[in-house]
């Protein structure tokens, strides 16, 4: 089944200057780049955009970390697109990330971990409204 997600080159992606790799990545992989633009989230649109985490430890730190310098959004379209993006992706946590895969690759620590991927169709449609319409 074609399907949608969205995907976000973090600010530390960013700073390290591997947004070309991981687009190559990402074209490789099969990924239509429907939409792509760069961001630089305030402070409030992070915490808007990660409110399903809003009770978790890691919120604020997670969200400074997000305002803390542009990121890179893209809309992908692909067979299984929310699936085999998170697979590409990796482990939220670098260090249990397989080899091959981007957040190993790229990824610094479990929070600055160099790419999001919607994880469900709902989640997906969210965040795809929250970037581009
Ligand atoms: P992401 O896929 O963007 O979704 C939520 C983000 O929260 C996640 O990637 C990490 O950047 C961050 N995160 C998840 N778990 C933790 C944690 N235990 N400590 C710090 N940050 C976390």
Redesign the pocket.
Known sequence: MTERTLA?I?PDAVRKKVIGRIIQRIEDEGFEILGLKMVHLTREEARKF?YV?KD???YE??TDFMSSGPSVVLLLERENAIKHWREV?GA?DPAQARPGTLRRQFGFS????AV??S?SPQTAEYEIAFFFG
């Open positions: 976000i973090k990660y985490h978790k430890p890691f730190s997670l992706m939220t479990i929070e600055r971990n999001h991927g994880d």
